[in-house]
């Protein structure tokens, strides 16, 4: 198995955008498909988006139309383009491999990166 570190958190005011990366050390990165989640302290994990090996992608009712989720397999990088921001998209997020249903992911994650939505 590879690494995941995830970037590009930080601090957005309601209505911003920001876009994390997740670089990953995974030889074989172009053949999975990859997920996005994230969680708020003292709640379960949340699923957030997906995007599949051949470039579909899947989105979280609460994320639909605000996220996009994009890759460069060249790179082995994981992206989550954030917009619309609100306040509960506060949460660390993480990138991991998809599971075999759309909204299953497989562990281990990175280590997360923090987005706060605050004004």
């Known amino acids: 198995a590879g690494q995941l570190e995830e970037s590009g958190g930080g601090l957005v005011q309601p209505g911003g955008s920001l876009t994390i990366s997740c670089r990953t050390s995974?030889?074989?990165?172009?053949?999975?498909?990859w997920s996005w989640v994230r969680q708020v302290p003292g709640k379960e994990l949340e699923w957030v988006a997906r995007?599949?090996?051949?470039?579909?992608?899947f989105y979280a009712d609460s994320v639909e139309g605000r996220f996009t989720v994009f890759r460069d397999n060249a790179k082995r990088m994981l992206y989550l383009h954030l917009t619309g921001l609100k306040t509960e998209d506060s949460a660390m997020y993480y990138c991991?491999?998809?599971?075999?249903?759309?909204?299953?992911?497989?562990?281990?994650r990175g280590q997360g990166t923090q987005v706060t939505v605050s004004s």
């Open positions: 991991a491999r998809s599971g075999l249903g759309t909204t299953d992911w497989r562990e281990p």
């Open positions: 995974v030889s074989t990165f172009s053949n999975y498909a």
């Open positions: 995007i599949n090996n051949e470039f579909s992608t």
